[in-house]
Every structure is written in C-alpha cells, then in structure tokens.
C-alpha cells in the first residue's frame, strides 16, 4: 500500500454505474491529492467511461452483485463481485476503506462477513448527519440492523457518540432515542430497555428521547434508532423535498408571475435545497466494522461519489474505526 | 337524542382549551346545520369564552387528564374528568362520537376501556389520510397501538381498506404495507408476518410493500404500519414543513428582491402548505372502537376543531363503525 490515502470503490454499484463512479472517482483525485482510488469492476467497461488518472487503479472483477439478491448470499457465493473484491482488499489490508453504492444490503453483509466486527459490537449500523436547522445531528442506524436488541441501540449511542465528537467535532455530544413523544412513559418495549441499558451505563451524555418532528430542528447531536424506523425516516424525508420541488415546479408553469417569483426567490430556494436535500449527504459510514466501509445513495451521481470519497477520507484520516474500538 | 349528528367534544383538551375548541364549536354548527354539540368540561370556563348557540350544550367535568398521566391510569381513575365525561356519553348513546385535541393515549385508553372495542379487533388504531401528490392515502396507526403483532396489522389493513372505500370513496384501494424497501426480502418480522397473513386472507387488494419516499407520492390508498413508525413518520413530516417555512421566512428577510419574489409566489406556496400541512388533517378517526372517537391535533386551533367535526359528522353518517363491524 502506498503512503496515500487507498480507497476501493466499487465501480459496478448504483443506478449510474460504472459512469459517474469512474466520474466521481476522477474528480475526487483531482481535489484530493492525498488520495488513490481503486476501481473494482470489469475492466474493459470502467476504462470504456474513465478518465486515465495516475492515481486511479483498477481490479477486475467479473461479477456483480444485483439489489434483488439476499444480501449475506450473495456476497458469500459471488466471491468475484466488485462489492466482495472492494471488501477482500480492505480485509487484506490493501485499502483502508471501500465505498459502493449498491445494494445496501450486500454491503452491511460484506461489512459483516468480508471486513469483519469490532469486537463487542454486535451488529453494525448505518449513520448519516441529518440536515436541520440549528446544526446537523448524526442519525444511527438507517439501515443497516433492521430490527434491534435494546444491546444494539445502546452500541449504536456508543459509535454514535464517538463519530460525533471525533469526526463532527462535537465536544460533548447529546445523545437520544427516537420515539413516539418525549415522556419517559413513550417508547416500545426496545426503546424502554435500551433507555435503561444507557442509563445505567452512565458515560454517555444521554438526553431521553427525540420525536419525529424535533429531527428537522437539531435538537441534539446523535439520533439513535432501529434500520427499520431509520430507513423510514430517511426515505420519507427525501420523498417530501422530491415531492415538494416536483410540485413547486409544476405550479409555477401556468403563472408568469410566479415564475418571476421564483427567479427572484432562486438565492433562497437553492440555500434550502443544498440544506435540505436528504440524498446529498454523500456517503453514510458503516460503523462498527474493522475499516471505512460507506454506502454511497444508489442513485449517486459524481458529486455524490466525490462526497463520499470525502467522507470516507476524513474517516480514514481521524482514524475513526480505532476511536470506535478504543471505546467499546 | 335529538334527530341530529350529536357529537361529545372535550373542551378541556389541547393547548388552545377552552377558548379555540368553544370557538371551533361555534363555526361548525354555522357551517352544518344537521349536527349539534355537547362540550364537556367546566362549565365556567366554557361559559366565559362561548358564544351561545341554540345547538351547543355543555356537561360539567371537574377533571382534566393531563398529558403526562400514564393513560389507562387516567380514565380508569379520573371519571369526572372532560374526556371520560365525553366517552361515557358516547358509551350510553347520547351521542354517536366524541372528538378531543387531549392526550392521545387517553383517547385510545378511554377508545378501548369505555366506549370499547368492535369484536374481531384486537387493537385500535388511528388513521390520517396522508397529504401526497396523486391522490390521498390513509395510513394507519399513526400512534394508537405503539408496537403490533402481525395480526393487529392484518386488522389494521382490513379497517384502512373500509374507511377508504366508505369514507374516502376508493372503489377498490389497494393497501400496502410500510417497510424498508418494496423487495420481497425487506421488513422486518412482524411486517414480514403481516405480509402471509395479508395474503392468506386473500380479500384484500393488497400490494406488498410500500417505502418511505413513497408515502408522498400516492402510491397506494391505504398505508398499514405499527402506531410507533407512524407516529414518528408522521411528526417527521409535520417538522420538516415547519422546519422549511421558518427557514424561508428567516432567509427572505435579508433580502428585498427575495421577499418580492416570496410575495408574487405566494399564491404557489400558499395552495402547497394547504396541500402539505401535515397538522391540518383536523381528526383522527380511532378504528376499532364502537363509535366515531376522533383525536383533534394537540395544537388545534378553531379551523382544526371544524374540520373534526366534519370528519365526525360524515364519519357517523356514513356509519363508519358498523361498516367496519360488517366486514370483520
């Protein structure tokens, strides 16, 4: 491995793959010159679409790994897949993180399989920094454990509380449990026990719980909640601001007042959109394995690779997988 | 019981009580001349704030359930309290519903203990119909029932499908169920059961599963999910188009051409909040229970108190309960 900073990006992932992978890929090397990427795929299609880089690799790889097959299957039986290669070359040491916009699925069960667990970590989780108004918070799991142990919450608070203060720079991060209100008496069976798990605990700055609509306001900087609900929470987000752009634009057609309105409204509407676009957050780590492994959205384009890219090399730079270990 | 629609209204419950549910009380028997009202609670305070009116009554209550109170805790005990004082009348049969903007869990407690539930129906549930972009869903529970067995969503289904072809007017709604992706291999295990059970049963017009950026979209009539992933989807949308006015109404203030673009748009934003005010759904019908229970919004003002009697209203004339009751 050289001094860089190595990357194995699964070129084969994702609803615009390999273009905007290889795309993404270039323009990440063109930003970061500390950097060197590893493009796993099949060959011939990667360089049909890439730009030639000096530091920009590529590891054939003859099979790929599609979103409808069962996750843990697929990565154990197609051993040549561009996830499973990706994921072979963090194991071995040969890159310290991979990213894949694929099937999210197949990539908690390469984390699993492939990379591997922290010890005493149980499950992995899936955790992005949800846009709201007074400062980010970081939302764990959104996908990864669908349905969890009140032990697998209090895990989740655990990274969760480590990715905010070693990667976000939050000095004494507040973390909570997402529920159904904020009374002590709110909360399913799960949420109950892992709120008493946290407490007795006791090392963790832990605020009770967050309701649904406090998530947009930052009412505190680590959301700790189950894949199922995460995952819900995260897509219905994004279908609101699709929706409402979708809408706003064909409203605005019949009327041109209105669309003078929105040309002198633009500055505004693009400032909240940057904010509030849930598919711009690039890559969302996979905590609790033994390397930076990111899920990319499965609908990344290049901007969104070059993110993830970011995202990945920031983790790798602060060392976020040894911080995690440290604290467990 | 007089010929007309009698509704039971607490007008005790809610932040805006007494003064907004008197007043929302007052409009609603301008508006509709077939209905009349009995609000529960204390007499003084309703007399000091209602304007008379030949079809408004009122039934002194001395107690107030308070949102804190453990629920079924709270009816049980408190029996003279606005919202028992409501149930009971419907329980008796001097009036065909009862609508509150109380605590939730009294409502579903009081929904079950006093007015009480259909036979066949395990558990209730609260059903809003979504704002979305082709047509309204109706998702259900939104918070009645916070964790479910696979046969309470099966309930569930099967009351979501009456309401929305009775009450909705949906000639054959295709339901579906709430999960983390539309894959066969998606959900969880309660979700996962539902969908056997669903389609074992056979009489359903059901369409597998539904994910989280859909829900905006319409893409189904009928949405099923636990109380506990509903309530929290549900107040994630309330937050995010909270969220989005103050930040735009914060951004335009800096900046005149903004604001003159705010203003030759507004008649565009206006109609998409009317569209996508996710707290102007006004009542909550609670399926399962022997009568028209309605939740209002907790922050209901007048506006929202009318459109929960006139969700009452055409509830009880359409005979929601025995509608449902036939097909269980």
């Avoid at 449990?177 to 109950?192: H, P, W």
């Avoid at 019949?254 to 929105?262: E, M, N, P, R, V």
Wanted: hydrophobic share 40%.
């Amino acid at each position: 491995m050289s001094d860089k900073i190595t990357i194995a990006l699964d070129a084969m992932g994702g609803d615009n793959a390999p273009a905007e992978i290889c795309k993404g890929a270039h323009e990440a090397c063109e930003k970061y010159d500390d950097i060197e990427i590893i493009l796993t795929g099949d060959t011939e299609r990667i360089q049909s679409c890439l730009t030639p880089h000096d530091r920009i690799h590529i590891e054939n790889a003859t099979e790929i790994i599609d979103p409808d097959e069962h996750p843990a299957n697929a990565i154990r039986k197609k051993k040549d897949s561009s996830l499973r290669v990706a994921m072979e070359m963090v194991r071995r040491g040969d890159a310290q993180g991979c990213i894949s916009a694929g099937s999210t699925g197949a990539i908690v069960a390469g984390g699993v399989l492939v990379v591997g667990r922290i010890e005493g970590i149980d499950r992995p989780a899936l955790g992005i920094p949800v846009p709201s108004i007074e400062k980010p918070s970081f939302m764990l799991d959104v996908g990864a454990t669908v349905r969890c142990k009140p032990e697998n919450l209090l895990q989740f608070a655990l990274m969760g509380s480590v990715y905010s203060r070693k990667i976000m720079g939050v000095e004494s991060p507040e973390v909570k449990l997402l529920s159904n209100g904020t009374e002590e008496i709110k909360g399913d069976d799960t949420v109950l026990a892992a709120r008493d798990l946290i407490e007795a605990k006791g090392n963790l700055n832990f605020g009770g719980y967050v309701e649904g609509n406090d998530v947009v306001f930052g009412k505190c900087d680590v959301i700790v909640c189950d894949g199922f609900n995460g995952n819900i929470a995260l897509k219905l987000a994004e279908g609101i601001m699709q929706g409402l752009k979708s809408l706003l634009t064909d409203e605005v057609k019949g009327s041109l007042s209105a669309k003078a309105g929105l040309l002198l409204l633009s500055p505004v509407v693009k400032k909240l959109w940057a904010r509030f676009n849930y598919e711009k957050y690039g890559g969302t780590p996979l905590l609790g394995v033994k390397g930076a492994v990111l899920k990319a959205h499965g609908r990344s384009k290049s901007p969104a690779i070059v993110s993830a890219i970011s995202a990945a090399r920031k983790f790798i730079a602060e060392d976020g997988t040894s911080q995690i270990n440290r604290e467990i």
